[in-house]
Structures are given as C-alpha cells and as structure tokens.
C-alpha cells in the first residue's frame, strides 16, 4: 500500500501500488479520482458530491448507494451492512469526517450485453457540514455473471482490507478544494 496524493494534494488516501490513475487513459470528471487495477476488475473512487438531503449517516449512504445503483442501471441492489461512527468520532485527523462505511452488492448490464453483471461495492461517505459538500469512496469489485461462480471470499477480503486502509487513511489536507 502506497500514500497518494488526490486532487491536486488536497487529499491523501492510501492505495494498493497496482492501481493505474484511469485519467493517464482517458478524461475524468473534475470532481472524481478513478483508479484501476492493473490485474483485476477492481476500481477505486473519490468523488466529490453536494450534499445529499438525508440528515441522518445511515440514510445517508443508503441514498447515495441507491443513487450509484440508479445511476448504474442496477436491475438488483441490496445493501449488506452498514458501520456507523461511534458516537463522539468527530474526526480522523485534522477535522477529516471519520466515514460512514457501507457495503453492498448491485447486479448491471455492462456494455450492452445481456448477461447481469455482479458487483460487490464498498462505500465510505465523508460529510463535510460545513461546506456542503459530501465526499464519497467507492470501490467497485466486478465478479462476473449472474448465475456465474461466486467471487473466492479470499480474494474479496484483501479487497475489503485494502478498502479500509484506504478509508482509515483518507485524509483532507486542504478544505478549499471545497470552497
């Protein structure tokens, strides 16, 4: 696991070393970091989102799982757990929002194909009050076809790990990216 510095240095996360920034490829919104594995079907995300209205963590990143699963198309989306902060955890380090972790599973049609596509995600959601701003980690685990193998819980508990590493690790150098 290696430190990287994400837009523009205003964040820092902590990364798996096989992960390929996806904007060398191809263009990425301002607002996101995309990062892929080199030997997997595996992507890391930042993105920064305004808000969502849901006042309360775990409707919170409910909402935004519901609306990556619509945005994705999702024909079938549970949410599979949910890890609330501890009451008083008010930051990781230097007022970065200790996250709200959220994994779940959505199958898609990719590429227009038929066949349903499995996706385990991962989400950690950071809410930054004060500038209204809602900061989201997502990694995305494609695992094959419905109906196919299950993904080897081996392999789905590094991913897990490396996700909270990265989620432990997140940290918010510079909130005017915000502003």
Do not use: C
């Given at each position: 696991?290696?430190?990287?510095?994400?837009?523009?240095?205003?964040?820092?996360?902590?990364?798996?070393?096989?992960?390929?920034?996806v904007?060398?490829?191809r263009?990425?919104?301002?607002t996101?970091?995309?990062?892929?594995?080199?030997?997997?079907?595996?992507?890391?995300?930042v993105?920064?989102?305004?808000?969502?209205?849901?006042?309360?963590?775990?409707?919170?990143?409910?909402?935004?799982?519901?609306?990556?699963?619509?945005?994705?198309?999702?024909?079938?989306?549970e949410?599979?757990?949910?890890?609330?902060?501890?009451?008083?955890a008010s930051?990781?380090?230097?007022?970065?929002?200790?996250?709200?972790?959220?994994?779940?599973?959505q199958?898609?049609?990719?590429?227009?194909?038929?066949?349903?596509?499995?996706?385990?995600?991962?989400?950690?959601?950071?809410?930054?009050?004060?500038?209204?701003?809602?900061?989201?980690?997502?990694?995305?685990?494609h695992?094959g076809?419905?109906?196919?193998?299950?993904?080897?819980?081996?392999?789905?508990?590094?991913?897990?790990?490396?996700?909270?590493t990265?989620?432990?690790?997140?940290?918010?150098?510079?909130?005017?990216?915000?502003?």
């Amino acid at each position: 696991m290696s430190q990287r510095g994400l837009f523009g240095g205003a964040i820092t996360i902590v990364y798996p070393p096989n992960l390929i920034d996806v904007s060398e490829i191809r263009q990425v919104p301002d607002t996101q970091e995309v990062f892929v594995a080199a030997d997997s079907d595996v992507s890391f995300i930042v993105e920064v989102l305004e808000r969502v209205d849901p006042p309360s963590p775990n409707e919170a990143v409910r909402h935004v799982f519901d609306a990556l699963a619509h945005d994705n198309s999702a024909v079938f989306s549970e949410v599979l757990n949910v890890t609330l902060p501890e009451q008083g955890a008010s930051s990781l380090k230097n007022g970065t929002p200790t996250p709200i972790l959220l994994s779940g599973v959505q199958h898609v049609q990719k590429f227009n194909r038929t066949a349903v596509d499995k996706v385990h995600i991962f989400l950690a959601l950071y809410r930054i009050d004060s500038k209204n701003v809602d900061l989201v980690l997502s990694v995305n685990v494609h695992y094959g076809a419905e109906g196919g193998p299950p993904m080897d819980s081996e392999t789905l508990g590094t991913i897990e790990r490396q996700y909270l590493t990265a989620a432990s690790s997140l940290h918010i150098v510079d909130f005017t990216l915000f502003a």
